[in-house]
């Protein structure tokens, strides 16, 4: 049975800064692109950030400089490192592996308010 679970969301104040775990179990996670989604309410899901089985990160361009995605393979788990967070990064954030299947997290929020 293929489980991703996310953790480390919450309420951060604009410039403040969280990070995201995924922790991922059944599947061989060293062969999987690891990647971070997220979505705001009346909003499609859309693309974050995705770090190949070799290591190699992507960024959608506004979350560039700001975020950073990493990957344990030792641990089968994946960071987003988020940092000067802005409000209109609130969203639900998450987790997708993808090889041969693509698997998702059950996502958790992230609220960027004063």
């Known amino acids: 049975q293929v489980q991703l679970v996310e953790s480390g969301g919450g309420l951060v104040q604009p410039g403040g800064s969280l990070k995201l775990s995924c922790a991922a179990s059944?599947?061989?996670?060293?062969?999987?692109?690891m990647g971070w989604y997220r979505q705001a309410p009346g909003k499609q899901r859309e693309l974050v950030a995705t770090?190949?089985?070799?290591?190699?990160?992507n960024y959608v361009g506004y979350v560039k400089g700001r975020f950073t995605i990493s990957r344990d393979n030792a641990k089968n788990t994946v960071h987003l490192q988020m940092n000067s967070l802005k409000p209109e990064d609130t969203s639900v954030y998450y987790c997708?592996?993808?090889?041969?299947?693509?698997?998702w997290g059950q996502g958790t929020q992230v609220t960027v308010s004063s």
């Open positions: 059944g599947i061989n996670f060293r062969l999987y692109a």
């Open positions: 997708n592996a993808n090889w041969r299947n693509a698997y």
């Open positions: 770090i190949s089985s070799s290591g190699s990160t």
